[in-house]
């Protein structure tokens, strides 16, 4: 059963969001809170595995949320709730470990799916958006010099944290490189670890940085297929 908290401060879109998942038979939604600090308090007390996050909520507003959130459980996966899809606190809520977005008048199933995913540790945002993410978070950020590897990995995680940087699923890598999804979920887990990621955005954000993707969001590690470590 994924468990779920949803935050924001209209109450009828708390309820809805409410029905629409526990209506799914896989999901509990185990708490509501109607700002931020209550959804931080709530967050600490019911230790749920997804929340769905408003940014704009009185008194500790979204984004402060999901920075207390994550730094007293960082394992938690914040999906982000917002009315438009290019606004601007998204990009910063990402930035601080939410896990991908949703526009409030999307299709309720894409809710359903994202919540699914986000439990999972998936990808929540498509190639298209992931390119424009990331490609916003490098400009912000001060270029350094000739990229390198990121230093600690292996062979493997440099491969798959690569694929990562394309935008491609589990199951995409697993194709890719032609193992099981399993292994792809374990040495990704294991390169976020050694640098201290968050999520796959930051992950992305990371291999584009360290030039294991090109500007053309190719891998620049040619993957090798079968069971190397």
Do not use: W
């Amino acid at each position: 059963m994924i468990r779920v908290l949803v935050a924001d401060d209209q109450a009828l879109v708390r309820a809805g969001v409410r029905m629409l998942l526990q209506a799914t038979g896989d999901m509990e939604v185990v708490a509501e809170a109607e700002d931020g600090a209550e959804a931080v308090r709530l967050s600490e007390r019911h230790l749920p595995d997804v929340i769905l996050m408003d940014l704009r909520m009185p008194r500790v507003d979204g984004l402060e949320a999901i920075k207390r959130v994550l730094a007293a459980r960082p394992g938690t996966r914040v999906v982000v709730l917002t009315t438009f899809a290019e606004d601007g606190n998204v990009y910063a809520a990402l930035r601080a470990g939410a896990v991908g977005f949703l526009v409030k008048d999307d299709d309720p199933e894409r809710m359903v799916d994202a919540v699914r995913r986000a439990a999972a540790g998936e990808q929540l945002l498509a190639p298209s958006v992931l390119r424009r993410v990331v490609e916003r978070f490098l400009a912000a950020e001060e270029q350094a010099a000739a990229p390198s590897a990121p230093p600690g990995l292996t062979e493997r995680e440099l491969e798959v944290l690569a694929l990562v940087g394309t935008g491609l699923s589990n199951a995409e890598i697993a194709e890719e490189l032609h193992v099981g999804v399993t292994t792809v979920k374990t040495h990704i887990a294991a390169a976020m670890d050694k640098l201290g990621l968050r999520n796959r955005i930051q992950a992305a954000v990371v291999a584009h940085r360290t030039g294991l993707v090109d500007a053309a969001f190719r891998p620049v590690r040619q993957p090798r297929g079968g069971s190397a470590t």
